[in-house]
């Protein structure tokens, strides 16, 4: 059973972007990459040894009905780019995906830098394959004009500060992120400058003691009952006089 190297082309082409790279990276390894590249003066054509095996490699790497409707197809570049061109209409839909999720990314939106990165790296690949690829000065305007309200002045600092480079950007959220942690940590426990009510925390306190001493003593229950049934004889006896005929 041959070797299947990485995810195979889906029948309806939505991984066709990361499975023709998958393809370029395995072909060109095995140094059969020319098989589906166009032919260039002065260079020799593959063998058909050569040219078979990359044909082995992309039919093993494409779904079952695929490999049955393109069985006659013996040229691998004819096979490539009868794939391609059935699939190129991907470029229009993922370019219209990534787009809308560029528009609508903010890094307030993630709980760490770390992921916004990630995040803007798997757009910007998208994007790079339909040719929109954002510049660095598009990534580090998005970033920090995505931050949350509360860090304004922090926004101002970057801004004076100049970056360039996306890279040294996130570099160094990802330095103040450790810290503003800590300090976000330690604000949950007790805000800055705040400390509980004495009277608030001793009127609570007071009330809880009381709850938990009536619901946990059997003897209050029964003391409270036992003066209820009292209560209750003494009204039937001066009922019972008022009833008796004068």
Same mark, same amino acid.
């Given at each position: ?10 029948? +309806? ?8 790279? =998958?393809?370029?990276?395995? /072909?060109?390894?095995?140094? /059969? ?10 260079? +020799?054509?593959? %063998? ?16 079952? =009905? ?18 391609? %061109? ?12 990534? #787009? ?8 307030? =939106? ?25 510049? =660095? ?8 004009? %995505? ?49 509980? #009510? ?7 306190? %007071? ?40």
């Amino acid at each position: 059973m041959a070797t299947i190297e990485f995810e195979v082309l889906a029948l +309806d082409g939505h991984n066709f972007t990361t499975w023709a790279m =998958d393809h370029k990276v395995s /072909l060109s390894l095995r140094g /059969l990459y020319q098989a589906i590249a166009p032919p260039q003066q002065g260079v +020799d054509a593959l %063998t058909d040894p050569h040219k078979y095996n990359a044909l082995f490699i992309i039919r093993n790497h494409i779904h079952q =009905d695929l490999k049955a409707e393109y069985i006659l197809e013996e040229d691998p570049r004819a096979l490539w780019l009868a794939l391609q %061109t059935r699939y190129e209409q991907q470029k229009a839909i993922i370019l219209r995906e990534a #787009l809308n999720e560029w528009n609508h990314l903010r890094i307030q =939106d993630f709980k760490s830098v770390g992921v916004f990165n990630h995040v803007v790296h798997k757009l910007s690949a998208k994007l790079k394959f339909c040719k929109k690829e954002p510049s =660095d000065v598009e990534k580090i305007e998005k970033t920090l004009s %995505t931050l949350l309200p509360a860090q304004m002045i922090l926004q101002q600092q970057y801004c004076e500060r100049g970056f360039t480079v996306y890279s040294e950007l996130i570099k160094t959220l990802l330095q103040e992120e450790e810290h503003g942690e800590v300090l976000m940590w330690n604000s949950n426990l007790r805000p800055v400058g705040t400390k509980p #009510l004495p009277e608030v925390h001793t009127n609570t306190q %007071t009330k809880q003691q009381r709850n938990t001493t009536n619901s946990s003593d059997p003897g209050n229950f029964k003391g409270k009952n036992m003066h209820k049934r009292q209560r209750q004889r003494k009204s039937r006896g001066a009922n019972k006089g008022k009833d008796v005929p004068s």
